[in-house]
């Protein structure tokens, strides 16, 4: 409020020694200065706008008892405020009469300076019980107990107002705001499809709507509920509103606003998605094909080999696959949007899961493959070392090769014969390559 509190040699008790001149104008002068500051408090909590507000508005709760202890509050400052001002005005006048006041006026001087001179009739001093206690008939105040009086009467009657007012000017412009970007996602939502009762994101809009609603109408009656006071704080307005409920509301609509986005974007590539969608597909029902064509093939040229079967084509994903097709020509993007994700997993699986068998079918294949190049690599070595022509050699690749080349094969003993043709390729060319002794072919080496 801007005015001193009572002065510790002043407050209460007997008014003491009596004063000279000099100190009953420096307690004049004192005292006028707390009655300019206090003045100009009240008249600045009468223009508050929070004080304005409260007053036209159809409070409720917390916030509707506080004001009417508030007010009442405001009513008894003012009553102190002219009591206070009466008795200023006529403690001026008695220090006027003379220049140089006697002794019976510094008596009197001093009462009424020091003294419990003030006295306010019951009705002004306690409008109601529940501000300052039981009503009495009077009160009587030094001026320095007046002043400590109205000190702490402002301070509870301006943090009342100055906490509503922040929260009035915090929360209803946020949850406007919060409001118009509801009603733009819903715009956007009911465009791709999504509405109450069709789809839980519809119906998480309508809570919100009915939540902003509620909440706004709660901090308009009761701003008071919607204030957390700071832990030790003793200024006016000393906290923050609470916004828990509306960042609540803010942190599910961003959710849903993020989720129409990604189906705004499904409505502009669904095309797109759609025919690569087909392409995997068809690739995958391409490599089954061949999976299928592969293993009769190994059937019939390799013998004594488990062959896994193949599985059909991926009908039941044509099925959502054509599904998805449907929700596309009838703009059901809210459904397409999940379709399209779970088709586009399950697309790639089933290509993996295609050229997985395909490995595994033609598995026997590659087997016998490997062993003809490793067959012909070793005769292709013998010839470099000039031993094409030994009998033994012969013999063992001509084995190996009618194992290789015959239908159906057996891979284990075409391996066996195989594996012995290296061994005798081994035996042969080992002395050829070391031996100190005769002559050395080195036709192969160059």
Known sequence: MGVA???????????????????????????????????????????????????????????KDRWASTEQAISLLWGYFDAYTAALEDTRE??????????????????????????????????????TG?????????????VSRMNELYASSLDMVVTADSVWSALPARIDLLSAELHRTRSLAHSVGVRPGEHPAGDELESITDELSTLR???ISDPLAFWRSAPGSSAPGGGRPDTERYDRAARVLEDIRREIEAVLQVRQDSEERLLRLRDVLSRADRTLTEARSARGEVLAKIAASEVPAVSGPPTVLQERLATAAEYRRY????????????????????????????????????????????????????????????????????????????????????????????????????????????????????
């Open 94 to 131: 008695l220090r006027a009469r003379r220049r140089w006041p006697g002794r019976e006026d510094l008596v009197e001087l001093t009462e009424r300076l020091r003294g419990r001179s003030v006295t306010i009739a019951g009705t002004a001093a306690h409008p109601a019980p529940s501000i």
């Open 134 to 146: 039981p009503a009495k008939l009077s009160e009587q105040f030094t001026l320095e107990e007046l």
């Open 217 to 219: 109408a709660q901090v």
């Open 331 to 446: 703009s059901q993007w809210h459904r397409l949007s999940p379709l399209l994700e779970s088709l586009e997993r399950e697309a790639e699986d089933e290509l993996l899961r295609a050229r997985e068998s395909l490995t595994a079918v033609t598995a026997p294949l590659a087997v016998r493959a490997e062993l003809r190049g490793r067959l012909d690599a070793y005769k292709a070595k013998v010839a470099r070392h000039g031993m094409a022509e030994d009998p033994l050699l012969i013999e063992r690749y001509d084995a190996a090769r009618r194992m290789l080349w015959s239908a159906p094969c057996d891979l284990r003993v075409a391996e066996q014969a195989v594996l012995r043709y290296q061994q005798a390729t081994a035996e042969v060319l080992v002395p050829r390559q070391s031996g100190p002794s005769g002559p050395t072919d080195r036709r192969g080496d160059s």
């Open 5 to 63: 509190g009572p002065s510790p040699s002043f407050a209460g008790g007997p008014p003491g020694p009596v004063m000279d001149r000099d100190e009953v104008d420096r307690a004049l002068a004192r005292l006028g200065a707390e009655h300019e500051a206090i003045e100009t408090s009240l008249l600045a909590l009468q223009d508050h706008a929070g004080r304005r507000l409260l007053e036209g508005a159809g409070l409720t709760g917390v916030t």
